[in-house]
């Protein structure tokens, strides 16, 4: 399709019953995983409809990580390794995305 005009590619698109639309004024978009989300803010988010389903195509400047949750045994099994309090374990936990081993060895490090 390269060299085909804008026009001419919306022509053909609508021919084929594909219909793209752009959404406006998204702030961000969150993708909840099992224990983590990812959050993507300021995208350019496109609907695009084909045969009865939509497609969300999601183009992002900026991805930021977060933990959503760390579970309790996670946290005292940290605590319990390096002797630190209940607030500096999950603090380490969530900068190491929940890697226990991780957590661990930056707390043992320090």
Known sequence: MMGM??????????????????????????????NREIIIKQPAVTVITAQGEKSYQIIGPEEVRAI?????EDIKLV????????????????????????AILRLSGE
């Open 68 to 72: 959503v949750s760390i579970p309790e």
């Open 79 to 102: 605590m319990e390794q390096t002797g630190v309090d209940y607030d500096t374990a999950k603090k380490a936990l969530e900068e190491a995305e929940g890697d226990l081993a991780e």
């Open 5 to 34: 005009n804008p026009r001419q590619m919306k022509k053909l698109m609508r021919q084929m019953g594909i219909k793209m639309e752009e959404l406006e004024g998204v702030k961000e978009v969150v993708i909840r995983l099992e």
